[in-house]
């Protein structure tokens, strides 16, 4: 069993423009708890304002999912996040050279000397500690490796090793998650971000790799070009390599619809697991196959994520295609009359795609009336 760490409401929500008020937050975490996201993670309680605000209401709500502040190592940012009733921190650090000292203006040795200033006073009242490593992607896997060691001696609950930039591969991951996992029994956690396109494959690689958690986003929302989206990561884990996770799959369209209406985000037609268009079929060969045994040309069905199946009329739709379609809008048609009007389709759909279901028994009602000529 794999943990989903959702952090939509922190990360995704540092998305250049996107900024949820604290009613959508309330709203966005009580249904991400509801479909089984046991774990988010949902603002940074120093900037204070709507932000901790926020955080205090989903924390006071009771959810049954941890909550989880994002903190730096700075006592401002702690005192901060337990003001507003957190039980659960991530305290955060980089950890690769060129953050460390362009970003920071400090040394290796300084990072190892405010986790170990910290982490301690935070254990002794009780409460739950993840640790980031911020950029770690890009640091020197031995210097991952001592920090993980000291932060274990420290007794922290869980390590986040992040791929801030975006710059891991899947083989890349699954090596570098796997050296730590070889040396640390700590639980880890992959964070991953999609500048090359890889942050599900990535994700997934570092739970193949050893990582008990995964920080992902609704609709990969996040910093640049995103995170490891939530209903990527949870359909290929469950789909691809039969790893449970407690996420009811059924729900996923639903929360991607109401993260993309309030982040102003809408989510393209061919987004994976949750594009409008995904379970759209339109080319002749697909739908007959479709028709016959969706499974031929569907890698799991539309129901699994809460979505529907559409067929299409368009350039591409063959007979079966249309007498189909026409069927399912109550007109039953012969293959005859299908042949006739395919060509108008086609001519039609060239021009403007694709054609819609009010559109398309007005095209039949021509050829009934004997003016099939028409269309040639
Ligand atoms: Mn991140």
Same mark, same amino acid.
């Given at each position: 069993m794999?943990?989903?760490?959702d952090t939509?409401?922190r990360d995704?929500?540092? @998305?250049?423009?996107?900024? &949820?008020?604290?009613?959508?937050?309330?709203?966005?975490? @009580?249904?991400?708890s509801?479909?089984?996201?046991?774990e988010? =993670?949902?603002?940074?309680?120093?900037m204070?304002?709507?932000?901790?605000?926020a955080?205090? =209401?989903i924390?006071g *709500?009771?959810l049954? @999912?941890?909550?989880l502040?994002?903190?730096?190592?700075?006592?401002?940012?702690?005192?901060a996040?337990?003001?507003c009733g957190?039980?659960? !921190?991530?305290i955060?650090?980089?950890?690769?050279?060129?953050? +460390?000292?362009k970003?920071?203006?400090k040394?290796?040795?300084?990072?190892?000397e405010r986790?170990s200033?910290?982490i301690?006073?935070?254990?002794?009242?009780?409460?739950?500690?993840?640790?980031g490593?911020?950029?770690?992607?890009?640091?020197?896997?031995?210097?991952?490796?001592?920090?993980?060691s000291?932060?274990?001696?420290?007794?922290?609950d869980?390590i986040? $090793?992040c791929?801030t930039?975006g710059?891991l591969?899947?083989?890349?991951?699954f090596e570098?998650?796997g $050296?730590l %996992?070889?040396? +640390?029994?700590?639980?880890?956690? +992959?964070h991953?971000h999609?500048d &090359?396109?890889?942050a599900?494959?990535?994700?997934?690689?570092?739970?193949k790799?050893?990582?008990?958690?995964?920080?992902?986003t609704v609709n990969?929302l996040?910093?640049?070009a995103g995170?490891a989206?939530?209903?990527e990561?949870v *359909?290929?884990?469950?789909? /691809?390599?039969?790893i449970k996770?407690?996420v009811d799959?059924?729900?996923?369209?639903?929360?991607?619809?109401?993260v993309?209406? /309030?982040?102003g985000r809408?989510v393209?037609?061919?987004?994976?697991?949750?594009?409008d268009y995904?379970?759209?079929h339109?080319?002749g060969i697909?739908?007959?196959?479709?028709?016959?045994?969706?499974?031929c040309?569907e890698?799991?069905?539309p129901?699994?994520v809460?979505?529907e %199946?559409?067929?299409i +009329?368009?350039?591409?739709?063959?007979?079966?295609?249309?007498?189909?379609? &026409?069927?399912?809008l109550g007109i039953t048609?012969?293959?005859?009359?299908?042949?006739?009007?395919?060509?108008l389709?086609? %001519? *039609?759909?060239?021009?403007k795609?694709?054609?819609?279901? @009010?559109e #398309?028994?007005?095209?039949?009602?021509?050829? #009934?009336?004997?003016?099939?000529? !028409? $269309?040639?």
């Amino acid at each position: 069993m794999i943990t989903l760490v959702d952090t939509t409401l922190r990360d995704g929500e540092q @998305s250049p423009g996107v900024s &949820f008020t604290v009613k959508e937050k309330v709203e966005i975490a @009580s249904l991400l708890s509801s479909i089984g996201i046991n774990e988010m =993670e949902v603002g940074t309680p120093v900037m204070g304002g709507n932000e901790a605000q926020a955080v205090k =209401e989903i924390i006071g *709500m009771n959810l049954p @999912s941890r909550i989880l502040t994002w903190n730096r190592v700075l006592e401002r940012d702690i005192e901060a996040a337990l003001s507003c009733g957190a039980k659960a !921190l991530y305290i955060s650090c980089p950890v690769s050279d060129i953050q +460390i000292e362009k970003k920071l203006g400090k040394k290796r040795e300084w990072v190892k000397e405010r986790f170990s200033k910290l982490i301690p006073e935070l254990k002794k009242e009780g409460l739950y500690v993840a640790c980031g490593l911020e950029d770690a992607s890009r640091a020197n896997p031995h210097f991952v490796l001592e920090i993980s060691s000291l932060l274990e001696g420290l007794a922290v609950d869980r390590i986040r $090793f992040c791929d801030t930039v975006g710059i891991l591969t899947p083989f890349k991951t699954f090596e570098l998650i796997g $050296f730590l %996992r070889k040396y +640390i029994k700590t639980p880890l956690e +992959i964070h991953t971000h999609n500048d &090359f396109g890889l942050a599900t494959a990535n994700a997934i690689a570092g739970v193949k790799g050893g990582a008990d958690y995964v920080s992902v986003t609704v609709n990969g929302l996040g910093e640049r070009a995103g995170n490891a989206s939530l209903e990527e990561t949870v *359909m290929a884990l469950e789909r /691809l390599e039969d790893i449970k996770t407690s996420v009811d799959t059924t729900r996923l369209k639903e929360v991607s619809l109401l993260v993309s209406v /309030l982040s102003g985000r809408p989510v393209g037609y061919g987004k994976a697991i949750v594009g409008d268009y995904i379970f759209a079929h339109e080319s002749g060969i697909h739908v007959d196959g479709v028709i016959k045994a969706p499974a031929c040309y569907e890698p799991f069905p539309p129901e699994m994520v809460g979505a529907e %199946r559409h067929y299409i +009329i368009g350039k591409h739709s063959g007979i079966s295609s249309i007498i189909y379609k &026409f069927k399912s809008l109550g007109i039953t048609i012969n293959r005859e009359d299908a042949a006739i009007m395919l060509p108008l389709i086609r %001519r *039609m759909a060239e021009e403007k795609m694709p054609l819609t279901d @009010s559109e #398309l028994p007005d095209l039949y009602i021509p050829t #009934l009336a004997g003016q099939r000529g !028409l $269309f040639y």
